[in-house]
């Protein structure tokens, strides 16, 4: 074990230089950061909400406004589908959480029924042949469409977790570092953004649905009579935001929708140099577009926002190339706001603020300083503990490879750009600690030998091939306790667990490892008649 092997000497020096490498920018000023060149590494430890402060919020998504939709979109399926096959209906609409039509003829409402239950709903997972809605007859020539509730539950569950990724993508436009987005329980998404200054524009980003439709505005609807609740039937009233009037009436059914977009930019009208948002559909979003507007020339048709009109321009010719823009009371923030909310996607349910906090840039430092102060306390009784049980020398070498090892941590956390949480600075220390037991099992196998008889070479060989097993079977077991942790834990868990697993990697290589280099080197260059630790 005590072989001056090259490639120990080589992999000791190569870890060194890289550990140095990589943590260097931790201590260096920002500006000079920035003027490194680019081959050099810039990443600094990336700190965590309880650090540098930030925001917090606990989300829930509206599975009960999902539901509501579906019901109404089911409702339009009913409606089309009846009306292409000549099927008359009356009283078409939703009751008790089902969607009720009632059939004109008798003679045609097994033809009904049969037409509903191919046309409607979607395959059912697990389930041949399935669908996840059931169509029922019932008394007085009515057929009942309800969902079954296992597709209620797995719809509930693809909500959130798209609502999860679409938040992430919303948050990485606004440029906030490594923000954290877990789900907590069924239905609720946990959101920590460290460093972001501005929890309202956070919230309002992140809650929007931005939803975007482009819906033809029904012409022959009399406001009035919509306003007062008589809308027609396959249309809606919504209202407006273009200041020409308070409401507009629109067709239920989307021209095209905001997932066809490829990006959407701010910019500015090129005559008024109001802000604007510029947008680009795919190739069936401009197919449908440009098919809408060749037939609707000199019609209106609407720009639609989570049910609000932007806007309701005039289609004056075809446009057929696949891009547009929306205009509207803007700023440049709400314009680039809108922007970053329609490349990231829509969301498919409304997000309720449940819980909101702020942690303060002060509180951030005051944790900081705590950890500073707690790590050098740990390290110092450490320190004190290696050099009155070992001596100088050894307990010297073992406080030079714990001084590696911390190098060595803050490296690949940068690197890595793992976040540094409180609790992560708690796991930190417990490194620290553990690391000098795998040096207390050799420098204590040593001692043994020595008493035993044996000569110093051996002792020391001994030391380490002797206590290996145990320091490898004590770390095994405590990495894979990290690993468990990391993988069902969340939030601070998590950081006390990454953090841990990092320090029993670089541990072992340290304590082990460089201790074993530079003892060898001391025997090398002084060849000792006895050890200082026996």
């Not at 049910?307 to 190339?321: M, R």
């Not at 145990?470 to 969340?490: H, S």
């Amino acid at each position: 074990m005590l072989n001056l092997s090259r490639w120990k000497v080589l992999l000791v020096v190569l870890s060194v230089a890289l550990g140095v490498l990589f943590a260097l920018p931790n201590v260096l000023p920002p500006e000079t950061r920035a003027n490194l060149p680019g081959f050099l590494p810039k990443k600094t430890l990336n700190l965590g909400l309880d650090l540098q402060g930030g925001s917090y919020l606990l989300l829930e998504v509206d599975t009960a406004a999902l539901r509501a939709e579906r019901l109404t979109n089911t409702v339009e399926d009913v409606r089309t589908q009846l009306r292409e096959e000549q099927i008359a209906f009356t009283d078409l609409g939703v009751v008790n959480g089902a969607v009720s039509v009632r059939i004109t003829d008798p003679a045609q409402i097994q033809a009904a029924q049969k037409l509903l239950r191919n046309t409607l709903g979607a395959p059912l997972a697990g389930v041949a042949g399935g669908r996840d809605v059931t169509v029922s007859t019932e008394a007085d020539q009515r057929i009942r469409i309800a969902f079954v509730p296992e597709a209620l539950q797995s719809e509930a569950a693809r909500a959130v977790e798209q609502s999860i990724e679409i938040i992430r993508r919303r948050i990485d436009e606004l440029g906030t570092r490594e923000p954290t987005i877990i789900r907590q329980g069924a239905d609720r998404i946990v959101v920590q953004a460290p460093g972001e200054s501005d929890p309202e524009r956070l919230k309002n980003v992140i809650g929007q649905t931005a939803k975007l439709t482009f819906q033809m505005v029904d012409e022959t609807a009399d406001l009035n009579e919509a306003a007062a609740g008589r809308v027609p039937p396959g249309s809606e009233l919504l209202p407006s935001e273009d200041g020409v009037t308070p409401f507009v009436v629109v067709k239920r059914r989307a021209v095209v929708t905001g997932e066809m977009l490829t990006t959407a930019n701010q910019a500015f009208h090129p005559q008024t140099g109001q802000p604007i948002v510029e947008f680009r559909f795919n190739g069936q979003g401009a197919r449908r577009f440009g098919d809408a507007t060749t037939q609707n020339i000199g019609k209106r048709f609407a720009i639609v926002l989570d049910k609000k009109v932007i806007s309701a321009p005039v289609i004056n010719s075809a446009i057929t190339g696949g891009s547009g823009y929306i205009e509207g009371n803007f700023t440049p923030q709400s314009a680039n706001d809108l922007a970053v909310l329609l490349r990231a996607g829509a969301l498919p349910a409304p997000l309720n603020v449940e819980e909101q906090r702020t942690v303060g840039a002060e509180l951030g430092a005051d944790a900081i300083k705590a950890g500073q102060i707690s790590t050098a306390v740990g390290f110092a009784a450490i320190v004190v503990f290696m050099l009155l049980a070992y001596g100088f020398l050894f307990g010297g070498i073992s406080i030079v490879a714990l001084l590696v090892n911390g190098l060595l941590i803050i490296a690949v956390m940068s690197l890595t750009q793992a976040t540094l949480t409180l609790p992560g600075i708690a796991g930190l220390i417990l490194t620290l600690a553990v690391a000098v037991d795998a040096n207390v099992l050799i420098y204590e196998r040593m001692r043994d030998e020595i008493r035993a008889g044996r000569s110093v070479i051996a002792s020391m060989d001994a030391g380490f091939s002797r206590a290996m097993s145990t320091i490898v079977d004590a770390n095994v077991t405590t990495i894979l306790a990290a690993l468990i942790m990391f993988q069902f834990g969340a939030g601070p868990v998590k950081g006390f667990a990454w953090t841990l697993s990092i320090g029993v990697v670089t541990s072992v290589f340290s304590a082990v490892l460089i201790t074993q280099v530079l003892l060898a080197w001391w025997f090398r260059a002084t060849r000792p008649k006895s050890l200082p630790i026996a």
